[in-house]
């Protein structure tokens, strides 16, 4: 902000995942993966928000997971489509 003076585009890219059936995974896992992958974009979402709103109409930008691991370069690996949580927070993330 100090030297651009705003937020274009917001690229939510961050993502854990654990590996295994939903039985194989502890609760703490599978909310530590639904936190992160989940509530993560949504508090940075927020946080960012007020200052793409004061920038000009038309300008700004999200990117949820699904479209940010197509824009970046340094992408994680996308979880296969039997992960447990990998439902729910897909599902919550893409637009």
Same mark, same amino acid.
Do not use: H
């Given at each position: 902000?100090?030297?651009?003076?705003?937020?274009?585009?917001?690229?939510?890219?961050?993502?854990?995942?654990?590996?295994?059936?939903?039985?194989?995974?502890?609760?703490?896992?599978?909310?530590?993966?639904?936190?992160?992958?989940?509530?993560?974009?949504?508090?940075?979402?927020?946080?960012?928000?007020?200052?793409?709103?004061? +920038? /000009?109409?038309? =300008?700004?930008?999200?990117?949820? @997971? %699904? &479209? #940010?691991?197509?824009?970046?370069? +340094? /992408?994680?690996? =996308?979880?296969?489509?039997?992960? @447990? %949580? &990998? #439902?729910?927070?897909?599902?919550?993330?893409?637009?």
């Amino acid at each position: 902000m100090d030297r651009f003076g705003r937020i274009d585009v917001l690229i939510n890219n961050a993502a854990n995942f654990y590996a295994g059936f939903f039985e194989e995974l502890s609760e703490q896992q599978v909310r530590a993966q639904i936190e992160t992958n989940l509530f993560g974009p949504m508090n940075v979402t927020r946080a960012v928000l007020p200052v793409m709103r004061a +920038s /000009a109409p038309g =300008t700004s930008s999200l990117c949820p @997971p %699904s &479209r #940010a691991r197509s824009a970046s370069t +340094s /992408a994680s690996p =996308t979880p296969p489509p039997n992960s @447990p %949580s &990998r #439902a729910s927070w897909k599902f919550s993330t893409t637009t």
